[in-house]
């Protein structure tokens, strides 16, 4: 069955960095398109960055761009998400997926406060 197994996550301070990775498996991953999507406490799930199937292309929030560089690594099966100049507005669950298949994984915490 498909799993998405999300990693990563942390408490860091305003201004730090992380690198969330997302291992994928039970389906073709190099045919998909993959995201990143992120959740507030209160807020509805919000689409952070997309990569496509070949990572020939990106694109990215307008509240993440420049500091946020979403990436993959099809052998491994693998999505990225590397996460610099992080604000407290950045805290949330952070999920990858596929949202038009229906692909979630069970997301990772992301705290950012001092």
């Known amino acids: 069955q498909v799993q998405l197994v999300e990693s990563g996550g942390g408490l860091v301070q305003p201004g730090g960095s992380l690198r969330l990775s997302c291992a994928a498996s039970?389906?073709?991953?190099?045919?998909?398109?993959m995201s990143w999507y992120r959740q507030a406490p209160g807020k509805e799930r919000e689409l952070v960055a997309t990569?496509?199937?070949?990572?020939?292309?990106?694109n990215y929030a307008d509240s993440v761009k420049g500091r946020f560089t979403i990436s993959r690594d099809n052998a491994k099966a693998t999505v990225y998400l590397q996460m610099v100049s992080l604000k407290p507005e950045d805290t949330g669950v952070y999920f990858c997926g596929v949202r038009t298949a229906g692909f979630w994984g069970q997301g990772t915490q992301v705290t950012v406060s001092s």
């Open positions: 039970g389906f073709t991953f190099s045919l998909y398109a």
């Open positions: 990569i496509t199937s070949h990572g020939i292309s990106t």
